[in-house]
């Protein structure tokens, strides 16, 4: 089994019970709750809702995985990170834009990066491209990069060849995955 990122809007959590619902297919496949990140956009949080905020508790006291989509997409609030309690902060893609001229972005992007850590949250960067890009958000502690540097999207039958072929190495702790 290999991680699996959920990803949920505003109207999944006012329309349905979608805690409820992974609480119930978790059980009937038997998944481990780890292997599960349950993703939510920035933009989703800006309007106060009691609903999502106690559907964002009941994810965290299941035992999920809450991952803090797209941070810095255009809705950010600092107060996002300290009202919930997010485990991952993925930083969008669009502080990666132009960042080898920008001296701007990449103090944001390392000041973004230290606060996470200082909460007590990872991070993950999505959209790089460069080996620029990942050798800055290495340095800076970033502790995860996605993007198509190391590959493009593929459907499931691609990535399990690309798997048998010693191509992509799964870890086998839990933790390693991104």
């Not at 990066?113 to 007590?120: F, G, K, P, W």
Request: some cysteine.
């Amino acid at each position: 089994m290999i991680p699996v990122s959920l990803n949920f809007s505003r109207l999944d959590f006012e329309l349905m019970d979608a805690v409820g619902e992974l609480e119930a297919l978790t059980a009937r496949y038997a998944l481990p709750k780890e292997l599960i990140h349950v993703e939510v956009t920035e933009s989703a949080l800006a309007d106060d809702s009691m609903k999502l905020d106690e559907a964002l508790n009941r994810v965290k006291r299941s035992g999920y995985a809450l991952w803090l989509d797209d941070f810095g997409s255009g809705y950010s609030s600092l107060n996002v990170l300290k009202d919930y309690e997010f485990d991952m902060v993925k930083i969008d893609m669009r502080f990666l834009q132009n960042l080898e001229n920008s001296e701007k972005a990449k103090t944001l992007l390392k000041c973004v990066v230290e606060l996470a850590d200082q909460i007590h949250m990872q991070t993950l960067t999505e959209g790089v491209e460069t080996e620029a890009q990942a050798r800055f958000l290495k340095e800076i502690g970033c502790s995860r990069l996605q993007g198509y540097l190391f590959g493009r999207p593929v459907p499931r039958d691609a990535l399990y060849d690309r798997i048998a072929r010693g191509e992509l190495i799964l870890h086998s702790s839990i933790s390693d995955h991104a």
